[in-house]
């Protein structure tokens, strides 16, 4: 087997660093455009940050069967391949962006067929790269994401901006609905009055009330006292006429031993 010519082997690297780097490739027939129509496509590619290279079927398929893709049934007729690169700016391409640029070249040239692709390696129908061409730009992608984002913060902002307002609104109305801050010192003060009212009567109610517990229990010590009076002093005048008794039977029983003992006087001299 001959060596391979370096130029081919150069392009065999090329394609096989282009699909290992890039996020995504599509597969496109352009038999039937004119140079001036593939002029246009390359610059409708370029502006949307995508690269079309047109490369032979066999040395793409010798770098795929390296990279184990399978694409070998999309390499069949004059195949170009879209590849996601930098745009004129600087700024990185995206699958969305070149995926709407081809459809839309597509649609107003009908020799352009896309065939499938990839995605980040992954093998795309024509379905799959249609549909990628339905979804919004990353541009507006990024701007949706902020928008939803920053809406819950502002509703947030919104309502501590709104709670002073508020109290002051409720303030305001709860001093109209008394009549000014004068009418509420005023009905402060009524509601505080009965309440000191009410404890004055308390403290006379409980004064009176001591007042009239103290007559009470001095006339029952007063009365207490009078009965005990009273039960001593017939205990007296009874032990005075016990002793009155006992003074009267002295002198009889004195005299009834002097006549007892004059008589034993007689007996014996007789």
Do not use: C, W
């Not at 459809?103 to 129908?125: N, P, Y």
């Not at 992608?141 to 508020?166: D, R, T, V």
Request: net charge negative; hydrophobic share 45%.
């Amino acid at each position: 087997m001959e060596n391979p010519r370096p130029d081919k082997v150069a392009v065999v690297d090329e394609v096989r660093e282009r699909l290992s780097n890039t996020e995504a490739a599509v597969l496109t027939e352009y038999r039937g455009l004119d140079v001036p129509a593939l002029a246009e496509l390359r610059a409708a590619l370029r502006a949307a940050g995508g690269d079309y290279k047109v490369y032979k079927n066999t040395l793409v398929r010798l770098a795929v069967s390296e990279l184990d893709l399978e694409i070998d049934d999309l390499l069949t007729g004059p195949t170009a391949i879209a590849l996601v690169a930098d745009r004129p700016d600087g700024s990185p391409g995206d699958a969305v962006s070149m995926a709407k640029a081809l459809d839309s070249f597509a649609k107003e040239h009908e020799a352009l067929v896309i065939k499938g692709g990839l995605l980040d390696s992954q093998r795309l129908s024509i379905e799959q790269v249609l549909a990628l061409a339905k979804i919004a730009p990353r541009e507006v992608l990024l701007a949706q994401l902020a928008g939803a984002m920053a809406a819950p913060i502002q509703q947030f902002a919104g309502l501590l901006n709104a709670l002073p307002q508020n109290l002051a609104y409720a303030l305001k109305a709860l001093i109209d609905q008394h009549g000014g801050p004068a009418s509420l010192a005023e009905d402060d003060a009524s509601d505080e009055a009965p309440v000191d009212e009410t404890d004055v009567d308390a403290v006379v109610d409980e004064a009176s009330a001591d007042d009239n517990e103290a007559p009470a229990e001095e006339a029952e010590a007063d009365t207490e006292t009078a009965a005990a009076d009273d039960n001593e002093a017939p205990a007296e005048e009874a032990e005075a006429e016990t002793a009155a008794a006992d003074d009267n039977e002295a002198p009889a029983e004195e005299a009834e031993a002097d006549t007892e003992t004059a008589a034993a006087d007689d007996t014996e001299e007789a």
